[in-house]
Nanobody
Framework: QVQLIETGGGLVQAGGSLRLSCAAS????????MGWFRQAPGKEREFVAA????????YYADSVKGRATISRYNGKNAVYLQLNNLKPEDTALYYC?????????????????????WGQGTQVTVSS
C-alpha cells in the first residue's frame, strides 16, 4: 500500500518556476513507476510526466517538454516535478500517482487509468 501527498503548488507569474514534491509512504516505493498528472476545471485529466522505477527513463507530455523535469530519490520516498517557464495553460490541480511497473509501454506511463495510487493534488495557478 502506498500513500501519496503532494506539496509545492501555488500562485506564480507567467515565466516563473515551481517545484512540486510528492512524498510517499510504504516500503515498496522503489518498485513503483511514478507519474504526474494535472486536471483543470471541466477538462480531462492530462499526463504531464512520468519516471520509471529505476529512475533511468522519463516521459514528458509535449506541452511541458523542455520546461519540466521529473526526478526521484527512493531513499527519501519522494518524487519531484520541476516546472520552469510556466504558462497560464499550466494552471491545474497537479496529482502524483504510482503504479507497480518494472517495464512497460509508453501507454502505461502516460495514461492515468494505469495508476493505482493517487495523492489529493496540489494547485498550480499561473497568472498572465
Amino acid at each position: 500500500q502506498v500513500q501519496l501527498i503532494e506539496t509545492g503548488g501555488g500562485l506564480v507569474q507567467a515565466g516563473g518556476s515551481l517545484r512540486l514534491s510528492c512524498a510517499a509512504s510504504g516500503r515498496t516505493f522503489s518498485s513503483y513507476a511514478m507519474g504526474w498528472f494535472r486536471q483543470a476545471p471541466g477538462k480531462e485529466r492530462e499526463f504531464v510526466a512520468a519516471i520509471s522505477w529505476t529512475g533511468v527513463t522519463t516521459y514528458y507530455a509535449d506541452s511541458v517538454k523542455g520546461r519540466a523535469t521529473i526526478s526521484r530519490y527512493n531513499g527519501k520516498n519522494a518524487v519531484y516535478l520541476q516546472l520552469n517557464n510556466l504558462k497560464p495553460e499550466d494552471t491545474a490541480l497537479y496529482y502524483c500517482a504510482a503504479q507497480r511497473l518494472y517495464t512497460g509501454t509508453d501507454y502505461r506511463y502516460r495514461n492515468y487509468t494505469e495508476y493505482d495510487y493517487w495523492g489529493q493534488g496540489t494547485q498550480v495557478t499561473v497568472s498572465s
